[in-house]
């Protein structure tokens, strides 16, 4: 028996397939088990046509091709390759079990692209499984910003027959390409940032709170939300927040680089944080991934390590709001259906948009409002309180005046924000001050003598939750970053509570 290993999708990652093979004597036949796709199982007329197109004759034996483990559905072309090379080089004596093979398969042994070969490699390589892969050439120059792997390209099944002959020999055909961007380095990782800002902060005149919460945002991962008159430059923050979020390190980059591979994009491995906004009528599918086979991902997934942003919030049905506060506690999403149960990481910032009332006109003074009191009521009461208790940063726009200036630019801004992300990393935190969890507050958000009065005094005057509590110390946490304060003061728990919803 021989073996090359190949891979599948089982959710959002890649999980090695190993493609064994037996030719035993018997009436001839030809037959691939394991749970293989209508594609796969193709492959035994592409793989039969392209060896008898390179002058091999296709041994008279009972051939029998498993994929292993049996259990898990596998679907896609790429397992062509890996079929052939089993069945031509079923003399050989080596041992192959080290290789990864990709590749489809023409009818006159041409070894073509595959569409799941770009996300397949990425996970693999994010999960640090694969070193050694023939894929096909036509993908090297794609393949050659994925790290720690050495890839070796083929054009047909001949040249892939003739390298695993000579695998001692063979060497990769092609350079590793590194991360071209600037970085620092902390705690023997790199961190790769950006100064490119298409939409900058310097457009945004006045609501300098606004920006003020959107720098805390961006520097410790908080989720915010922007209640205000149309017009009045929610969304304009919004969009630029992408902008400044903190640096990335290589992982993040090659997690960013699979989500465009699925979402059918170019990769373009830059340090900028992925931006999702789905319309506020979106299906609950849509924005959170499913499907009765196949569970796909949707758009909370696809927003993983970046951020979500929901204009409009509160016209979002009632269930995709509800359906969003486990991803918003926890970083992941869970789709269980009869045929799959699928776990999707989604650790991202939200950042949310809505008008004081249905007309939008409460809140300005040059307007009246149309609405009742009912109304209002009823707009409001479509963010439960659940909800709302997992925003850490809720401001108030102020109003547009003809006096409003530029205060701050995106580059000015992403600074401060690089600079808080040092301070934090260099005390040996590695979450994002809004992900940290019970045992990491305690170790990390360490408040001085005033400090703790205060919140005690803003617990029992405001009846404070448990999770509000630990919301304000890490939102307070932020703060001090960006102040360079190893301990957290009394002005930095007092400007935590300003953004408190009331």
Known sequence: MKTVNCATYEGLDAKIVHVESTLTKGLPSFSIVGMASTAISEAKERSKSALLSNEFSFPPKRITINLAPS?????????????????????L?????????????????????NMQLYPLMLSLANQKLVKKVIVPHASLDKLSKIPNIEFYGVKTLQEAIDLLKNQDTATPSLEQSSIEYPFYELQKEKYYYVKEYEEDFADVKGQEVAKRAALISACGFHNMLFEGSPGCGKSMIAKRLRYILPPMSGDDILDVAKLQALDLLEPDFKPHRNMRSPHHSSTLASVFGGGSHKAQIGEVGLAHKGVLFFDELPHFSKNVLEALREPMQDGKIRISRVNSKVEYPADFLFIGAMNPCPCGNLLNQARECRCSELEIQRYKNRLSDPFLDRIDLSVVMQGVSVNDKVSYTSKELHKMVVQGHIFAKRRGQKSFNAKLNDVEIEKFCVLDDEAKQTLEMAISRFDLSFRSIKKVQKVSRTIADLDESDVIEKKHILEALSYRRR
């Open 71 to 91: 259990d898990v559905k596998k679907e896609g072309s790429q397992f062509d390759l890996s079929i052939a090379l089993l069945i031509a080089l079923d003399y």
């Open 93 to 113: 004596e080596d041992d192959l079990s080290e290789w990864f093979v990709f590749g489809e398969l023409g009818l006159d042994g041409a070894v073509k692209e």
